[in-house]
T-cell receptor, first 116, second 110 residues
Framework: NAGVMQNPRHLVRRRGQEARLRCSPMKGHSHVYWYRQLPEEGLKFMVYLQKENIIDESGMPKERFSAEFPKEGPSILRIQQVVRGDSAAYFC??????????????FGEGSWLTVV | GQNIDQPTEMTATEGAIVQINCTYQTSGFNGLFWYQQHAGEAPTFLSYNVLDGLEEKGRFSSFLSRSKGYSYLLLKELQMKDSASYLCAVPYQAGTALIFGKGTTLSVSS
């Protein structure tokens, strides 16, 4: 049973370009979470999605960042006009139902974004 | 809102026992999670406590006191491979996503 799949694993973008990070949840999981981890810092919650719905985006920066989880296909975290401060590891996680009520949340291997 | 505190770093030697503490403040409690994260890798689930007391799972045990807002992760018979960051997490106030502490970096030496 494949785990949470993220791609690309490593992405380099120039300032001002767009970054798209993809996440396929574990089989049977319909809930997806995105986290950002800056060097020497903890995991910061960004957004929680179900299929076609954003449930909680309280951790998302107001500008340049967006996320979706379409009916078909992976969840996508999109960062427009990237800046150096966006350089970080972006982790996706999934759970079978509403997370954090005794449901374990499983993480993908992460996507490392470097903005040059 | 949530607030989670853990020590930043700890060191120990192979074969020893180490206790990693976590204090938390949360509006509405729905359990506490511990994850392990090796450098450059994904966090992996270790334990989940929702009731007070000690949960033992092999070399790792996790303890919870809801009245004190306190948990600890106990690692026994330490091995070099236990060198990692240990993350304490509680559900977000809406009971959905997990909010993580900054993690405790454990270094195990021979």
């Amino acid at each position: 049973n494949a785990g949470v799949m993220q791609n690309p694993r490593h992405l380099v973008r120039r300032r001002g370009q767009e970054a798209r990070l993809r996440c396929s949840p574990m089989k049977g999981h319909s809930h997806v979470y995105w986290y950002r981890q800056l060097p020497e810092e903890g995991l910061k919650f960004m957004v929680y999605l179900q299929k076609e719905n954003i449930i909680d985006e309280s951790g998302m920066p107001k500008e340049r960042f967006s996320a979706e989880f379409p009916k078909e296909g992976p969840s996508i975290l999109r960062i427009q006009q990237v800046v150096r401060g966006d350089s970080a590891a972006y982790f996706c996680a999934s759970s079978p139902s509403q997370g954090a009520f005794g449901n374990t949340i499983y993480f993908g291997e992460g996507s490392w974004l470097t903005v040059v | 809102g949530q607030n989670i505190d853990q020590p930043t770093e700890m060191t120990a030697t192979e074969g020893a026992i180490v206790q990693i503490n976590c204090t938390y403040q949360t509006s509405g409690f729905n359990g506490l999670f511990w994850y392990q994260q090796h450098a450059g890798e994904a966090p992996t689930f270790l334990s989940y406590n929702v009731l007070d007391g000690l949960e033992e799972k092999g070399r790792f045990s996790s303890f919870l006191s809801r009245s004190k807002g306190y948990s600890y992760l106990l690692l026994k018979e330490l091995q070099m491979k236990d060198s990692a960051s240990y993350l304490c997490a509680v559900p977000y106030q809406a009971g959905t996503a997990l909010i993580f502490g900054k993690g405790t970096t454990l270094s195990v030496s021979s």
